[in-house]
């Protein structure tokens, strides 16, 4: 008699918000179908990296978490890694380089099945994770990427490999020159400015084909989006004999990220309470977002200029960017303009760490000035706030370009900006006060741009409720990992 249950091996990427999205996506699986489990492989990043202690101490809380049919296991830390001049191809590495970790769990799991629990149906790994492919296919399990951004952005990757691969395209001469080119997976013309850094170089190239490549050998790609939002992407992509299934099951959100500190930022909740709806600014770049002291004054001058209330999460840039991340200043005041926080102090707040779900909720806040990284981007939607975009790295200069200029829910500051990580004195472009106060003038008072973010929240809502295109959409998934069973 064949087993009832089916077990997934879940495998994110070592970074905080790619972990906390692959739980929410395992804990709806397992909430829709009582016959699944889950078995989430944790990877440790290498201590160099400026994210790792947040990464390694978050791991730690989670083997205290209790979630029914689902068990976290941490990997052994891997401390052979290389360094390549593309940070992200040092992250592949180090994922790669656990894939023996993975091997012999599978095994054991294979060859001495827990009571109870059925055979591993399935991979499901994070899009940085492709390189446990060739693990699954060692035991014949198929594998699902789980793509923590866009549909948009999954299909600009896949037509750069096209294009290199099949039509001889010099991308990185592409990448660095000044034009617009037509991208299947987006309705109008993608300025190459708006590439991802990763283009730009040979090395950085050859770490976006190759992942591109793999992505081709899943059995289909998981996409956190939802087809209202990303329609002509989704459609695009289901077109192309080439790609995968796609299934996109978004918005996946971890709503009560950032809720065990929130006790410590009770007072940032408080002073939110004091002002009126839809007044408030909200300033934050993600946890990897800092500016030096010269970009941090023309910030706060063109928030002054603006008159708008403001909360601005002002984090300090590491001293060794390879190690540290960002941090929160003691004394903000030492690095803003004279007088600043004392001229301010009626209408705005500046502080460090925020929990953003919280404040992206609040009634009080009128506006987003993000970075335009993937999940804050969903989060802004699900609440309503309309963004002004600031990207700084990865994909989100792509990102800002979609909701800015293909969808139209969001306003420019600058949105070709990049921030080097690899090369700090390389990076000379500072955003000026006169544009910082345009924008923030655009984001507060661009009523049709709120009134179709109402429509959008209510979209993104509806989508992942009983009769939604993302409800149907995770239940069709949940029918194919299953018949893997037979």
């Not at 994070?126 to 060692?138: R, W």
């Not at 090395?203 to 289909?220: N, P, Q, T, W, Y």
């Not at 989060?379 to 139209?408: C, D, H, R, T």
Request: charged share 20%; hydrophobic share 40%.
């Amino acid at each position: 008699m064949v087993n009832s249950t089916s077990e997934l091996v879940f495998i994110p990427a070592p970074w905080v918000g790619h972990i906390m999205s692959t739980i929410e996506i395992a804990k709806l699986l397992v909430n829709r179908d009582n016959h699944l489990s889950i078995t989430v492989l944790l990877i440790n990043p290498p201590p160099t990296f400026g994210w790792s202690f947040a990464v390694t101490t978050y791991i730690q809380s989670l083997a205290k978490t209790k979630i029914d049919r689902i068990t976290f296991i941490n990997l052994p830390q891997d401390k052979n890694s290389s360094v390549s001049k593309v940070p992200m191809a040092t992250l592949t590495d180090c994922i790669n380089n656990h894939c023996k970790y993975v091997r012999k769990i599978v095994a054991h799991k294979m060859s001495q099945p827990v009571p109870g629990l059925g055979k591993v149906v399935a991979f499901v790994v994070d899009m940085f994770c492709t390189g446990m492919i060739d693990v699954a296919n060692e035991f014949n399990i198929p594998t699902y990427v789980f793509f923590t951004s866009n549909a948009a952005f999954l299909g600009f990757k896949l037509y750069i490999q096209t294009l290199s691969d099949d039509k001889n395209q010099d991308v990185v001469e592409l990448s660095n020159s000044d034009s617009k080119i037509p991208v299947p997976c987006f309705i109008k013309p993608v300025p190459t400015k708006v590439f991802p850094a990763t283009c730009h170089t040979q090395e950085g190239l050859e770490f976006v084909l190759r992942s591109a490549r793999k992505l081709r050998d899943a059995k289909a790609i998981i996409v956190n989006t939802f087809l209202e939002l990303e329609t002509h992407a989704i459609d695009s992509l289901s077109k192309e004999k080439t790609v995968p299934m796609v299934y996109p099951v978004g918005p996946i959100l971890n709503l009560e990220a950032g809720a065990g500190k929130a006790s410590s930022n009770d007072d940032i909740i408080t002073w939110l309470d004091t002002q009126p709806p839809s007044s408030v600014v909200f300033l934050c770049f993600g946890s990897m977002g800092s500016f030096d002291e010269v970009q941090l004054k023309e910030i706060a001058n063109g928030l002054e200029r603006s008159g708008h209330r403001f909360l601005w999460s002002l984090r300090r840039p590491p001293s060794d960017q390879t190690t540290t991340a960002p941090s929160d200043y003691e004394d903000p005041g030492t690095v803003l303009p004279e007088g600043f926080l004392e001229r301010t102090a009626g209408i705005g707040k500046v502080t460090g760490w925020v929990p953003q779900v919280a404040v992206l909720g609040h009634d009080a806040v009128g506006g987003f000035v993000s970075h335009c990284g993937w999940n804050s981007l969903l989060e802004s939607l699900w609440f309503g706030v309309p963004s002004a975009a600031w990207p700084i790295y990865a994909e989100q200069q792509l990102n800002a370009f979609e909701m800015v200029v293909e969808l139209g829910l969001a306003v420019e500051i600058k949105m070709d900006y990049k921030k080097d990580f690899v090369n700090q004195k390389a990076n000379k472009v500072v955003v000026t006060t006169e544009e910082i106060e345009s924008g923030i003038r655009r984001l507060m008072e661009d009523y049709k741009l709120r009134k179709k973010m109402k429509e959008i929240r209510e979209k993104s809502i509806a989508t992942v409720a009983e009769g939604g295109s993302s409800y149907a959409s995770v239940g069709r998934l949940i029918k194919d990992l299953k018949l893997n069973l037979l």
